[in-house]
């Protein structure tokens, strides 16, 4: 659909704004508070959010704004649920081939590190990414994001990680800024060269790690292809010393750190968050409580991925505490060939509420503002205000609560990416 002049979406069912965080992520009880409005009105112009509030007051807006002639494009949102587009704060969404075989492997017993350890899993998918060409990674990426788009996703973070070395790093980092600049999905990029150890540096991993602090880091700086650098803190892949190592080396080089941490046993990955002050620490399956405490203190952002913890059929991370300790949660798809193929971050947030506990509305806070902070995009989407970025989405649901109750089908009516509606 072209758009010349406003669009008015009218008579929303229910609009979620989730305004009044841009600032600070959400925390605690605050989690839980989203700003409903019922009957709701909101109006776009360019690519931007001009007003929100009841829907009388919305056609109030359009009618003392728009002169003579000007067009206005209405979209009738009766009986739907209009929400801030979704964020998606942790992917490896860039990246060749598939891993499907490998579930056959974990359903006989294998468990997802005998499978990396074995050089498959993440090993696996990085031989399949060095093979491809960058346009071959943008062609399979691209399809992963019109799926993202059509759930609702307007906005992704996307980790590099499938190459471990310099050039096929760069090449995944590269893809991922041509299909910032062609898609409608939004990518903001993450230097993950510390994601597993190559098989040439098997038996060294201290030789990789100085490659990665020494020639990757200041490489991807240099070409501007990142914002944040992670590393996979876990028994058996990055130390937490290795880890801080790189981290550093990142932070040096203008990458603010996040974390992979403690995802399959508690190796102090929470603790170490907030000892550097990460952004945010994702994962978080074992967690200790001291961790927990402590990236409360520091304020990082807890990124949990329920999606993982139930394709690799283990018990997911504490949310509940997290929450009670003060932890700002973030909820991501981590959207990888391995431990989580799916785009639907719809079926995530149902996850998080049947399997974490988390509330309908923590959950929609925890995929918008929330999530916006995580990848440092707060001042401009997660939520539904004046002045900020037209990424709306449109649910056929009568109110928010519906979302995580008609769960693990599509329920997305329409998007609406920086003003433009692109699923209709
Ligand atoms: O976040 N844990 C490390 N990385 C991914 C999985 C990557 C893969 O298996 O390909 C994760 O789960
Ligand atoms: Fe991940």
Redesign the pocket.
Known sequence: MRVNGMIYIRNASQVVTVAGASDTPKTGDDMGQLHVIENGGVVLEGETIRFVGSDKEAQHYVDSKAADGDEVTVIDASGKLVTPGLVDPHT?VVFAGSREFELDLRLKGATYMDILNAGG??LY?TARTREASEAQLVEETRKRLDRFLAHGVTTVEAKSGYGLRLEDELKQLRAARVLNEEHPVDLVSTFMGA?AVPPEYKGDPSAFVRLVTEEMIPAVARERLAEYCDV?CEEGVFTPEQSRSILEAGKKWGLKPKI?AD?IVPYGGAELAAEIGAVSAE?LLRASDEGIRAMAEAGVIAVLLPG?AFFLMTKPANARAMIAAGVPVALST?R?????PTESLPFIMNLACLSMRMTPAEVLTACTINAAHAIGRADRIGSIEAGKQADIVLFDAPNYMYLQYHYAVNLVDTVIKKGRPVIV
Do not use: V
């Open positions: 490896h899993g993440i998918s994601h996979f992979h995802e994962h993982t981590d990888n060939p391995g431990s989580c």
